[in-house]
């Protein structure tokens, strides 16, 4: 059984920085591009970035290139998500995402229609930035 549990959500001024982690278990990591998406209140789940399995190849929501970074080391079955210059508009719930396809690039699961890619979900972990 694939589990996705993520870490490393608070809450934060505007300009300062959080990490997120996702440790994943229940199957080879390292075969599977990894990803966030977040939710704001209100709003659809968006995408925010990706990475491929060897974390050679990411992938960006434009709202977030420049500030944001995803890593992966697969070694411990992990992904994280640099954040910084937060913004007040950052604030959601951020999910971990696995794919379900083995070697699926980084930007398919960012240029996919929304909800059209099958996804391994993390319980999600809540992000405040306050101004």
């Known amino acids: 059984q694939v589990q996705l549990v993520e870490s490393g959500g608070g809450l934060v001024q505007a300009g300062g920085s959080l990490r997120l982690s996702c440790a994943a278990s229940?199957?080879?990591?390292?075969?599977?591009?990894m990803g966030w998406f977040r939710q704001a209140p209100g709003k659809e789940r968006e995408f925010v970035a990706a990475?491929?399995?060897?974390?050679?190849?990411?992938y960006y929501a434009d709202s977030v290139k420049g500030r944001f970074t995803i890593s992966r080391d697969n070694a411990k079955s992990t992904e994280y998500l640099q954040m910084n210059s937060l913004k007040p508009e950052d604030t959601a719930v951020y999910y971990c995402?696995?794919?379900?396809?083995?070697?699926?690039?980084?930007?398919?699961?960012?240029?996919?229609?929304?909800?059209?890619?099958?996804?391994?979900w993390g319980q999600g972990t809540q992000v405040t930035v306050f101004s």
């Open positions: 995402a696995g794919d379900t396809v083995s070697f699926r690039s980084a930007q398919t699961m960012g240029t996919a229609p929304h909800n059209s890619l099958s996804m391994y």
């Open positions: 229940g199957r080879t990591f390292s075969s599977y591009a």
């Open positions: 990475i491929s399995t060897g974390g050679g190849n990411t």
